[in-house]
């Protein structure tokens, strides 16, 4: 019997690990289908980005589907930033290691709009391929 309690907290670790992996393969299937309609996509646990054209749309990731979609023309956009950390750094000469990775937008008539990532070369090939002419 103390062998059995011993293994309980165990088996818990694999339930919960087996729960976890199911749910973030239902989120990158959920994904996949709604990046179909976009020309560029990518994901990541904190977003989903797709352009399609002049449009960039970005919302967080669900096991149902991308939710909190907000759409904007990059005509719109008067500035492009990479951030590493809140710190503007050049795509083409990106750090190592960072925290905090965003691209962030600026516009003539609203706020700016930020679209968090998880990885620094990811980040900085974005920014380098919607680079304003």
Known sequence: ???????????????WLAWAGSNEYQKVEAYRLWAKQFEQAKYDIYSVLGKNGDLLTWGKPTSKGP?????????????IRFLVDGIAVDPNTPPSQGKKIELEFSFNNFPYQRVPFTEIPLAAEWAKSLKLN
């Open 67 to 79: 939710v909190n979609l907000q759409s904007f023309s990059l005509e719109d956009v008067t500035q």
């Open 1 to 15: 019997m103390e062998r059995g309690l011993l293994w309980l907290p165990l088996l818990a670790v694999f339930i």
